[in-house]
């Protein structure tokens, strides 16, 4: 079965900062990774998946296969970047399939 | 562009009561996902259809069925109504066929509250 983890419930950084969200995941296969955000009082938005090596408002996240990860980055937080972020698995390599969410991270910069 | 529709937006229910959600998909998706995401949890997989099929199930009680119609919207039946229904409960869609195939966009959720 497949599993992800996000550590940090609450994450506070100042504007500015580099930001971090953490996540890990278990799973045999080979899996494809997402990021979603949600916004105050909006739905769950697709940000980043692995397979894209996309930039989205300056946030990258790189699949560690190794290290089994697939940490959100960004150089310079910006206050419209608190959200709760949301790291999810579909399994089977597919980006058709089910997707596992880990428990969230709040992201809140300020100002 | 159209999103995912999902109504009711919010819904209170007594115990035991039945409710039935509604999800339209963005058109030309032809996958559709269900998500049931409790006070303070991560959301969890339900079930999902594809071309009207069931294609997949995860934790759904027996309680509640679900089915995608020819028109690719899709209704989740929930009976005999506990406490614990009370969620959000999200719609998603995907389509396999575009070139950023299997994306799943969600809807705003229905909140559901069993009294």
């Known amino acids: 079965a497949q599993r992800v983890t996000q550590p940090e419930k609450l994450l506070s950084v100042f504007k500015g900062a580099p930001v971090e969200l953490k996540c890990n995941y278990s799973?045999?296969?080979?899996?494809?990774l997402f990021w979603y955000v949600q916004y105050s009082r909006q739905r769950l938005q697709l940000l980043l998946r692995?397979?894209s090596r996309e930039s989205i408002k300056g946030f990258t996240a790189d699949l560690n296969k190794g290290e089994t990860s697939f940490h959100l980055k960004k150089p310079f937080a910006q206050e419209e970047d608190s959200a709760m972020y949301y790291c999810a698995l579909s399994a089977g390599g597919t980006s058709y399939g089910k997707l596992t969410f880990g428990q969230g991270t709040i992201l809140t910069v300020h100002p | 562009a159209a999103g995912v529709i999902q109504s009711p937006r919010h819904l209170i229910k007594e115990k035991r009561e039945t409710a039935t959600l509604k999800c339209y998909p963005i058109?030309?998706?032809?996958?559709v996902y269900w998500y049931q995401q409790g006070p303070g949890q991560d959301p969890q997989f339900l079930i999902s259809?594809?071309?009207?099929?069931?294609?997949d199930k995860g934790s759904i009680p027996d309680r509640f069925s679900a089915q995608q119609f020819s028109d690719y919207h899709s209704e989740l039946n929930m009976s005999s109504l506990e406490l614990g229904d009370s969620a959000l409960y999200f719609c998603?869609?995907?389509?396999?066929?575009?070139?950023?195939?299997?994306?799943?966009?969600f809807g705003p959720g229905t909140r559901l509250l069993v009294l």
């Open positions: 259809f594809y071309e009207k099929m069931q294609s």
């Open positions: 692995h397979i």
């Open positions: 998603a869609s995907s389509s396999t066929s575009t070139s950023g195939g299997g994306t799943q966009y």
């Open positions: 799973y045999s296969g080979s899996p494809e």
């Open positions: 058109p030309r998706h032809d996958t």
